[in-house]
């Protein structure tokens, strides 16, 4: 038989069974993408630089990019891109950043991110054999003083939102309004933001022709300053007027100032934080109807002190808070919640999923004292007593087969 029939023949079958030789498996670097976030451009990425090869599971991986982003003071996000070498890349890490704003598109926002991932690959290709196929170009500077542009808004940033929302049937209607301003100022050294909101949810069912009906009106004003104290300090205060027709609430005003510590530095707020803060303030209800406790209006000091957990790894991600509040006139009046929201990469290519959160209520002073239409509580026009409340949810996926993944291809990705 001819030698290069065999060669042919052996490479064929090595085809067929999803196999490559050596060289051609390890000429490129092995990637897993490990998203922290609802949108990574995943399929932009694989398309833009098809150089790498992709990989469903971390521990195949030569290089390991997580992804993960925060809200800015300009409503757009600080995306965060860590490198973690694994393998022949064993030690070499980075991690790079970058900025958006709110007004970017989507393409504007996945070049950027395309960009950033080429700086951060480099220094990988570079101990390959494929360095010599790589180039790097570097834009030329002119010589001048490179000047720090002026912000004519001082940094405020404001967002206005309105939205309507309207479905129904023969015999029922909904219908939902909601607005809102939104003005902040965020800097290194402080954040400012003012929150501006009016809501109306109306719901309407006709059932043995007889017309039920829940309306809910709600609209307030809040306001926060913190001011930066170190890496891992902070104080400020914090306002909050409010009315609730749900809440029986004609009008609250809440003031309390603030402190809080974080056990990591803040800049770090990406990867983890645990924060602890402490209120203490005052709380003046003026109420729509007498409530049960037989008042119309009331003032009471209040306290609160909460912990937030977060942790962003290869891993997953875990988010946990526990809070609890009372009233410093009357302990009894007390509120506490616990919520956790979990990710887990157990293993190759098994994850779990969970979220859940749960509160003891001891602190519904403003529920009124006449009775009402049982519609009201039924569509939600009308805050029902309880002394807790919880939610829950839970997941799991199981991915197995081929771990390469660089192949991009949509077609009929839409049609189901």
Same mark, same amino acid.
């Given at each position: ?24 498996a ?31 599971d ?16 300009n ?12 393998n ?67 940094y ?6 309105t ?22 100022? =965020?800097?290194?050294?402080? #954040? /400012?933001?003012?929150? %501006?909101?009016?809501? @109306?949810?109306?719901?309407? &069912?006709?059932i ?33 007027g409010?009315?609730? =027709?749900?809440?029986?609430? #004609? /009008?609250?005003?809440? %003031?309390?100032?603030a @402190?809080?510590?974080?056990? &990591? ?43 937030i ?63 009402a ?44």
């Amino acid at each position: 038989m001819d030698m290069n029939f065999k060669c042919w023949f052996i490479a064929a079958c090595l085809s067929c069974f999803g196999l490559r030789s050596l060289a051609q498996a390890d000429a490129s670097p092995r990637i897993f993408i490990n998203c922290a976030n609802w949108e990574c451009y995943e399929a932009y990425i694989k398309t833009e630089l098809s150089f790498f090869n992709y990989v469903r599971d971390r521990y195949e991986a030569d290089i390991q990019i997580l992804i993960n982003s925060v809200e800015n003071g300009n409503g757009g996000d600080n995306y965060s891109l860590i490198f973690i070498g694994q393998n022949q890349f064993e030690g070499i890490g980075d991690s790079l950043t970058f900025s958006t704003r709110q007004a970017d598109t989507d393409d504007m926002i996945r070049t950027r991110l395309v960009a950033t991932l080429r700086l951060g690959l480099v220094r990988y290709v570079a101990r390959t054999s494929l360095a010599d196929q790589v180039a790097v170009t570097f834009p030329t500077r002119e010589q001048e003083a490179t000047l720090i542009p002026h912000d004519p808004w001082n940094y405020v940033v404001t967002t206005v939102r309105t939205s309507a929302y309207l479905n129904g049937e023969s015999n029922q209607r909904s219908l939902s309004l909601n607005s809102s301003v939104w003005i902040r100022r =965020v800097t290194d050294a402080s #954040r /400012f933001g003012i929150n %501006v909101w009016h809501n @109306i949810n109306s719901q309407q &069912f006709t059932i043995d022709s007889v017309l039920y009906t829940a309306r809910n009106v709600g609209y307030g004003f809040s306001g926060k300053y913190v001011k930066s104290l170190g890496p891992h300090w902070s104080a400020g205060a914090y306002y909050l007027g409010n009315h609730s =027709v749900y809440s029986n609430i #004609r /009008f609250t005003h809440r %003031v309390a100032p603030a @402190i809080e510590y974080n056990l &990591f530095p803040y800049e770090e707020n990406q990867q983890r934080q645990f924060r602890i803060s402490y209120a203490a303030g005052f709380q003046q209800f003026n109420f729509i109807e007498e409530t049960i406790y037989d008042r119309i209006r009331q003032g009471v000091p209040y306290h609160k002190v909460s912990a937030i957990l977060g942790l962003t790894q290869p891993w997953g991600t875990v988010s946990c808070e526990a809070a609890a509040a009372t009233f410093l006139n009357d302990f009894s009046r007390n509120n506490v919640s616990l919520s956790a929201d979990l990710s887990l990469r157990l293993f190759e290519g098994f994850t779990i999923y969970f979220f859940g959160n749960g509160s003891l209520i001891n602190d519904q002073i403003s529920l009124a004292k006449s009775q009402a239409d049982i519609d009201d509580f039924l569509l939600g026009g009308r805050q029902l007593p309880t002394s807790f409340s919880y939610f829950g949810s839970m997941g799991l996926s199981y991915t197995f087969g081929s771990i390469n993944n660089s192949i991009v291809n949509i077609r009929l990705d839409d049609v189901n």
